[in-house]
């Protein structure tokens, strides 16, 4: 079948935002040429032309528009995309964050064992230290208890012998350079403006035979001390002011030695074996030898009564100390290193059991001077 075309015109009026528009409709046999065909009540060519024109750019304009909404629709896409990821990382916030928590919490945790464990290793370490020095002080105990022991068994053999022989035939001997092997005087001086001290000594020792006896007093701790350290020679310190001595003692034998001294200027004499080795002047003059000390043997006084060193301590064996409060003559000295029958005993402290303590081990024999002498 046949069917005429049908042909919409846009009247005048057509404008391209769809103001006021006409259509007409005009059939047309298939076959005839539009753009010639004589129609009827229709516009000139010209004017069809020129409305297919204006068609065309409308259809552009409303390509572009089209476009433009397009790119409108795509920017709000992508905003709405944004707002929804931005959402969804707001809901994943709280597990974010908690499993961040967690770990951080995991990690200090770490450290606080880390630390725990470290602080437990440093008291461990101190326990230990303090074991080990524990041990040594209960060892030294130990050891100090059974050389008591043994004294006091020795003191008890002894007992039976004490109906025989006078307090003073005895000598202490001090086998070890320790701290805690000492004898101390019991009495206390008195102030002495003079004095000499004498007694027998032997020792092997060496460099040097350490401190035979030492006086210290609330103030001064070297009121009075005989002392030999190091490779240097013996010495006598008073108010800490210091004379060398020229005693050659340290050769294993027995030998008797004195000082003297004065305190009008400071006059000082030193004899071995009998017989003055040397003197001099100077030391500490017009210092009295102060009252109310404590007379120590065989350790060097740091404190009153105490502070012992190892070091400065005295190896080897006394016997029969005697202390004047005056100037012995060399007559006199001479007797006491001979064991004369006219020798005399020191007027302040005489060498006596029953005027020391003994601490720390120190041993006590019979001795018999000259008898006993190398």
Request: proline share 4%; with cysteine.
């Amino acid at each position: 079948i046949n069917r005429p075309a049908v042909i919409f015109f846009f009247m005048e009026g057509l404008s391209q935002d769809f103001g006021q528009t006409q259509f007409i409709c005009t059939s047309v046999p298939k076959d005839v040429d539009l753009c010639a065909a004589n129609l009827p009540n229709t516009v000139s060519a010209e004017d069809l032309k020129s409305t297919v024109m204006q068609l065309r750019e409308t259809v552009l304009q409303q390509k572009e528009t089209i476009m433009n909404h397009k790119e409108t629709i795509t920017e709000l896409t992508s905003k709405l995309n944004r707002c929804e990821s931005q959402s969804m990382p707001e809901q994943y916030s709280r597990s974010n964050n908690s499993t961040q928590a967690n770990t951080l919490k995991q990690l200090l945790q770490n450290k606080i064992d880390d630390l725990e464990r470290q602080v437990l290793s440093r008291v461990n370490s101190l326990e230990e230290g303090k074991g080990s020095l524990r041990n040594e002080t209960e060892q030294r105990g130990k050891v100090e208890s059974t050389l008591t022991s043994l004294h006091q068994r020795i003191t008890e053999l002894e007992k039976g012998q004490k109906e025989n022989r006078p307090l003073d035939k005895f000598q202490l001997t001090f086998p070890l350079r320790t701290n805690y092997m000492y004898a101390k005087v019991k009495k206390s001086l008195p102030e002495m403006y003079a004095f000499t001290i004498c007694m027998w000594l032997r020792s092997n020792a060496s460099p040097s035979v350490g401190t035979p006896f030492s006086y210290a007093v609330p103030g001064q701790a070297n009121e009075l001390v005989l002392i030999g350290w190091g490779n240097n020679p013996m010495e006598i310190l008073i108010n800490d002011k210091m004379a060398k001595l020229p005693f050659i003692i340290n050769d294993g034998k027995w030998h008797h030695i004195c000082v003297t001294w004065t305190t009008r200027d400071g006059v000082w004499e030193a004899f071995q074996d009998g017989a003055m080795r040397g003197s001099g002047e100077n030391l500490a003059p017009y210092h009295p030898i102060k009252a109310h000390g404590v007379l120590v043997l065989g350790q060097e006084q740091d404190t009153l009564g105490g502070g012992f060193d190892a070091t400065q301590a005295f190896v080897g064996t006394m016997a029969n100390l005697n202390l004047w409060d005056r100037k012995l003559s060399s007559a006199e000295i001479y007797n006491l290193a001979t064991c004369s029958s006219k020798a005399q005993v020191g007027n302040v402290f005489s060498w006596s059991e029953a005027n020391l303590d003994i601490y720390g081990g120190v041993s006590k024999w019979t001795f018999e001077p000259c008898r006993q002498i190398n």
